[in-house]
Structure formats: structure tokens, C-alpha cells
């Protein structure tokens, strides 16, 4: 195991407009080759084919040399696990590792997972929100790649995806937003059910039933078809921004309300204290410590630094740690306990001293 | 919704609920359908013109309804035995996983996933960047508009550092659009 794998945590270090709701923006194209057989139903000779091409058109990109690139196949699982965590690969890549690959820009802000669902799926990630720049950071990589590689495109249905609910532009803007304020008082549904009939969707972002669980839920586009790059965006902005507004004005009804900072404290009481946490709890609790740090209850912590333990407390994170503190020894088993204890570890140091 | 009457006339039972975000508040009123086909833009009867919003999306369904009339009972069968001649993907493998082979599926089995865009995306017809397009396809004017609603947000908050932030791009993105006017026209929609 490489230590480079902790620089891709690199991109959550930033800090975003509107941070205390939107914790970060994605934007995304799906891109494939013509005639070439997506890569559900690709040949390995297939795949191979493309990743090698993907390959030496990223060899001629001036953002990509002193990058990162992970050929799946020849990663550890840890290795996989965390770049999942980081959010930079989908679970589909991380349990199908061959002939799959992602490419990193030198300064991670973009990227290019290769054969997932399509061929290419070209992506940036911003902290807060940022679509424009987001957009605008793939579809300057697009243009650079489509001089040397060609994508299949229709006249009349545009970009030719795998899946036919990216048809069209192929581009997903998707925002992962913090709704505590919207999840406690039980509003969220309701405003999110509302999104289907603007053409966008959401979902839960740490799995079913995510009120319970820190209210982290992700709003994206969902009409790829029919409209184009700016409608898409000027729509997606004027959702969230709805939703940022809704969620502030709750925020603000509950800043004095003693129930919900009981909860804070009590929270941030845990974390400082606790001798063995598990990731589950410590999200629980690093989601009400994030409602306090945008109360600013707490001055010496940021939304980044809360982000980046967000990361930092994932199973897999906690592993690497602890495998590369002992010179990296990937055979070393390493039992939920002492996972638990160094998340605890790892949480005390970070945020002592906070409150 | 048991016994409630419609909150506008007062005298049809209640049948629809009609939610609007308002200022960030989530407002309902529980309708009858008549007086929420007046007042919500989204429960109006469909309307063929709304359904189909080019003369092209039209041809395309009617192509489609055609083929499958006339020999409705032979063609179900033929369905199942069509397939892609580039990948060998059986139509009926797409309908069950909603995934395609290959590019070429897409003229393949175009009546039937043309059908499916309408369902899914409400249009048959990619507009948006194509492999042509110069980078500069997204509009400034509309960036800008965004910085500014960012701008009235940091100073309603007291946020000036962010402000000055914020009005040092405007100034510059301005310049940029002045400098070049043809690039704030708003990007072409009709691929050629």
C-alpha cells in the first residue's frame, strides 16, 4: 500500500460557498466509444481495449501529468474501499475491479472513472456549491479528450449512454446537502417529494432512511434529455437554493430551541470522551456538531475540518491508518475493536479543545 | 383527506392536495379537481400540444404506434427475436434491465427507446453541447446572474469578505463579457 492514497482526501480540504448546507457539488458526463460494446456487456479484450485508450489520451492532458491513476485491478481491496469512502469511485467499481480504472488531475479536483456503466465517465467535485465551476472544469476535459478520442453521439439523441436515463447530455449535477434542520422537524420529504415535478430527484446519501442518520441526502438532475447544459444548471441551482432556504429558515427556529443543543453538546460530549465509537455513532454525532459549528457554537472548528472527519472515521480510512503507521503491512488483520478504539483516537484528538 | 371540501369553493369535496415551496415555507391547500385544474399548473388536463412539443416528436410516436398496429399479435413475436446487429443485445434484455449493448442499439431498437426517452426525459431530442462545440458553450450572463444573487446573500448576511470576493469576480466576468459579446449569446441548441 501506497501512502499517495491519503493525497486524494486532498480535495475535501477546501472550503465552498454555501458550505453550511451544500457540502460538496459533482458534475458529470458519461461518455463511449462507437460500436464498442458498453462495459456491462463488453468482451475483456473489449475493455482492455478502451482503458488503453483512455490511457494515453490522459497521457497527453497537462492536468493530469503528476496526477493519480488506479488500474483496479492491481489495487488492494482497502485501497478500493477508500477511494470509495473519499467518494471518488462508485461501489460498482470498487467490487468490480478489472479492467477498471480512475485517473486523478494533479490538484483532484477532476477525474475519469474508466468502464464503469460507460466508458468514460468524467467527473470534478467542488466543496459547497459550485455547479458552474464544476460544469465547466468537465466540459473543458471533454473538449481536450474529444480531440483524440471519438464519442458516440446522435444527432438526434445526443451522447449514447449505457443506461437510457443519461441519454442526451449525459451530464449528472448532483449536490450532497446537510439537512438536519428539514430531517428533525419532518419537513423533508415533503419538499423533496416536490423535485420529481422539476425534472430532478434525490436520494438518501448513507443508505435508506437517512433522516435518522445526520440527514445527508443528495439532490441531482434527472432530465438529461431535451435540455441543455445551462437548463439544466439554471434549474438545479434554483432547487437548491430553495431547499438551502428552507433548510436556514428552520435552522434558524431551532438555534434556541435547548432540545436540539442539548443534542449538540451531548454529541460533541461523546465524541471528545469516548474510548471506542463506531463509524455509524460517530457520523450520528459529527452531523449534530455540524448543525453547531453552523450555529457557531463551536469557533475553532470549520465545516472542512468536519468534512474531512466525515472521511476520515470510514472503516477503511481507519484501516489504512492503522496498516501504514506499522510500515504498511497489508497482511496485518486489524479487528473491529481497534478500528474502534482509533476512531475514537482519532476523534478526540481532532476535536478537543473545540468547545 | 376523509369529508374535507375543497378550500376554494368550498363546496366540491377535497380531492387533490397541492404543495408550494414559498419563501421556504411548504404551504398546502387541498383542492377539488376542478379548482386545482385552475389553479395548479400541474394538475391541467394534458393537453396533445403540451404532449408533444415538436411536429418531429409526433411523426417519431405515430411511427411508432403504427408499427405496432396492423400486426400487433406477429410483431409481439418479433420483438422478442430483435436484437442489435452490432452487439447481439435481445431487445428484450434491454426491456428487462433498461441497459444497452452498444451505441449502435440506440438505432437498433430506436422506436422502442424512443418511446422510453419520452416517458423518462418528457423530450425525444438531445439539445445541448455536441462533439463540435467550442468549450465556451455555457453562458456568462448566466453566471453572472448567479454571482450576483450570491453577492445579495453575503451582504444580507454580513459576510463581507466573501462580498468583496464576490464583486471582484462580477467586475471581472463583466470585462470578459464586454470584451467578447458573441460568447454571452446564449449557446446554440440545434445540433448540425
Known sequence: MDERIFHCDRWLERSGPREGVVVSTRARYARNFPKIPFPRRAREADLRAVLDRVATAVDHQAEFAGGYRFYMGDVSEVERQYLREAHLISPEMEKMPKHRALFLSANLREGIMVNEEDHLRLFALEPGLRPYEALHQIIDLEFALAQELPFAFSARFGYLTSCTTNTGTGLRLSALLHLPALSITRKIRELLGGLHE????????????????????????????????????????????????????????????????????????????????????????LAFVRLGVDMKLFRQLNHVDIHRLFVAIQPSHIRARLMLSEGGREDREVTEEERDQARADLLRERLRGAG | MDGKLCMICKKAPATVKVSKLVKGTVREVWMCSRCAEKRSRYHKPITPQQLFKTASEVEALLHSLLNKEGESGARRTDDEDRQCPTCGLPLRTYRDTLFLGCSDCYEAFGDVLTRDLLRYHGATFHCGRHPMSQPETVNPVLKLKDLQRRLELAVRREDFELAARLRDEIKRLKAQIQENPSESAPAKKEPS
Open chain 1, 198 to 285: 422539476r425534472g430532478m430527484t434525490w436520494r438518501g446519501f448513507y443508505g435508506e432512511n437517512t433522516e435518522n442518520f445526520g440527514g445527508f441526502f443528495q439532490v441531482s438532475n434527472e432530465v438529461t434529455l431535451g435540455k441543455d447544459e445551462n437548463q439544466i444548471v439554471e434549474i438545479f441551482l434554483n432547487t437548491v437554493d430553495g431547499i438551502i432556504e428552507a433548510e436556514e429558515k428552520f435552522r434558524q427556529e431551532l438555534s434556541t430551541n435547548s432540545q436540539v443543543l442539548d443534542r449538540i453538546w451531548r454529541a460533541y460530549g461523546i465524541l471528545t470522551h469516548a474510548r471506542l465509537i463506531s463509524t455509524r455513532e460517530a457520523m450520528e454525532l
